[in-house]
Structures are given as C-alpha cells and as structure tokens.
C-alpha cells in the first residue's frame, strides 16, 4: 500500500534543482508544495514547521545541505568547504530539539570531506547521492519500525498516538504510524485515537488526515480526553515518536506526550515510543540534558482564532517538548530492534 500517494513530506526535483516540502503548517484545507533553492527558505521552513519530524526534517537538511553545494560558485573543494560549513551552522540553528537535523547536517559535511580531490561537478554529483541515500535508508526504516512494533500489538487493538509521526514527519510508513500502516496492509483493523496535540493541532490537521487517507479507523480526540478513553477500555497501546532520545532512555516528543504516559501507567497500558537509532543520542546521558525548544506565544494564544482567546499581555509558557522519564516508557522501538529497560544497556547494543 502506497500511503498518501503523491503526498511525500521531502522530495528533490533534480530537474530543476529544487528541494519540494508539503507546507504542513496549510494542512488539512490546503495541499500546497513549496518549492526551495535557497537556504534562507530552507531554515524557515524548518524553523516554521513547514517540514517537521526528526525524520523528515533530517531528509529535509540533507537536501538543505546539497543545496548550498548545488548553487555555490566556489570553483574548488577548498573555496567550498568553508561555505560549506557556514551554511551547514545556518541550518543547524533552525531547530534545537531534533537531533536528526544534526545528525544529517554532519553526515553531509562528512561526505564532503571525502572529496577532497574532486572537481566540483563530482562533489555535487556524490553529494546528492548522499542526500539520496537518507531518504532511502529512511524508507527502509519506517518499514522495519513498522514491523518491529507491529509485534507488540494484536488485531483489532485501540491505539493511542499523540502528535504526527506518519508518512507526514518521515517517508512513506512514519515512525509511531508505521505499525498501523503495516497492520492496515495485513487487516489487523487498528481503532486509533488521535490527540489533537495543542496549541500546533499536528495531531488533528496531520494525523488524522493521513490516516483518515490511508483508510484507517481514526477518531480525533482532545488531548484532554485521554484519560477517559483508557478508563473506558479503548485504548491497548499507545505509540508516540520522538525527537531525541537520552541514553538512559529518557525521550522528548512533543509537548503533551509525558502526561499521556502517565496515563497510561496508571491504567496499565504499555506505552511504546517509536523511532530512528538516529534519534538516540548516547551523549545525551538523561533527559535534562535535553535542550527544549519555547516557542512564541502567539501559537497559544492566537494562532487558530478570529479573536485572541486570552487577555492581551498574559504571560505564556510554550514549550515545544517535554521529556518522558525512562521508567514511564514499555519499549523503545528501533529499526534494529526492541529496546527495554534498563536502557543505558539495551539503547547502547543497538550500536
């Protein structure tokens, strides 16, 4: 099954030299593709979520990155690199949480050194090659996430899932999706229930409508009507992605996903994060040591009303993320496998 067909988060047109997004801040009343060359449009789409989700926005940098190498005029490795490198910083300032922006970025400044020697038609030639193989390997991922966590679940589960972390924030299958998209290709008839996700709604306007798209039995919910569709005995499982996660396996997703967690601990439902090895930052030893991203306040207070809904000149707290404790996490599922408690072990024999 082709989820969404024609809906990719992060293509490249080689033909015209252009980096295409789905602008998700216009979804889901508008399906609106941008396209991008410039690396001042690359950072505010990522900064704006125009493209968002560890996998895509690490899809999205690698592309940024060949970007600058495409339409540099340097005439040398040597002219290049440092360019290079200051546009790579550029694009890394974009966003603080996500760890596969980093991740990519640096992968694609270590391709480039292996140039060295190269004129510069072959370094723009290995280069998108690399930006390429991210996708790919990206692909291959999602896939074997959706295996791996389709393991855990049974036909006919209730699934809980906070956020977007579909074909939307990755390609094709997703990370915390991907399950359900491989149990829609095998009928195992998932009943998922989506947060809505405030105040950025990613799980009503992005969500819902992949999944509603795929043919999955979706319903929407408000965030704070968790709790009673686990008490009434909806909901078996939740999958949730993430954005980094620490090495004693402490995770940051977005914000509202600790306090579905607690939920499900105190309802005995086993609660999954989803995503990439590449998310897994071993330098990270816990969740503090995440840093989390405060966004402007307008989002909260204005951004999906006629009218502001709270009095002019209130104070607003807007993180972007928050961090759920290792012990409030079932499993951590990867590409390469499960991961359990204790995961300062399990999260390290991933590598």
Known sequence: MDTLQGYEAVRFDEATGEMILLDQTLLPNEVVFLRLRDQDKVWEAIHMLRVRGAPAIGIAAGYGAYLAVLYSKAASYAELLPEFVKAKEYLASSRPTAVNLF??????????????????????????????????????????????????????WGLLTHCNAGQLAASKYGTALAPIYVGQEQGYGFKVFADETRPLLQGARLTTFELFNGGVDVTLICDNMASMVMQQGK????????????????????????????????????????????????????????????????????????????PKGVKVFNPAFDVTPA????????????????????????F
Not at 126 to 148: F, P, S, V, W, Y
Not at 261 to 282: C, E, M, N, Q, R
Not at 285 to 307: C, F, H, M, N, Q
Not at 328 to 347: D, H, Q
């Open 103 to 156: 991740w990519a970025l640096e992968r694609m400044e270590r391709c480039l050194r292996r140039c060295d020697g190269m004129d510069i038609a072959a370094i723009r030639t290995t280069m998108l090659a690399e930006a390429n193989a991210i996708k790919a390997e990206d692909i291959a991922m999602c896939r074997a996430i959706g295996e791996n966590g389709l393991g855990l679940l049974e036909k006919g």
């Open 235 to 310: 909901v078996q499982a939740v999958l949730v992605g993430c954005d980094r996660v620490a090495a004693n396996g402490d995770a940051a997703n977005k914000i509202g996903t600790s306090g579905v967690a607690v939920l499900a601990k105190h309802y005995g439902i086993p609660f999954y994060v989803l995503g990439p090895t590449s998310t897994i930052d071993l330098k990270c030893a816990t969740g503090a040591d995440i840093p989390v991203e405060e966004r402007k306040a307008s989002e909260v207070t204005d951004l999906w009303y006629t009218k502001p809904m709270a």
């Open 327 to 350: 012990d409030l996490i079932t499993a951590i599922v990867t590409e390469k496998g499960v991961a359990r408690a204790p995961y300062t072990e399990s999260l390290a024999a991933l």
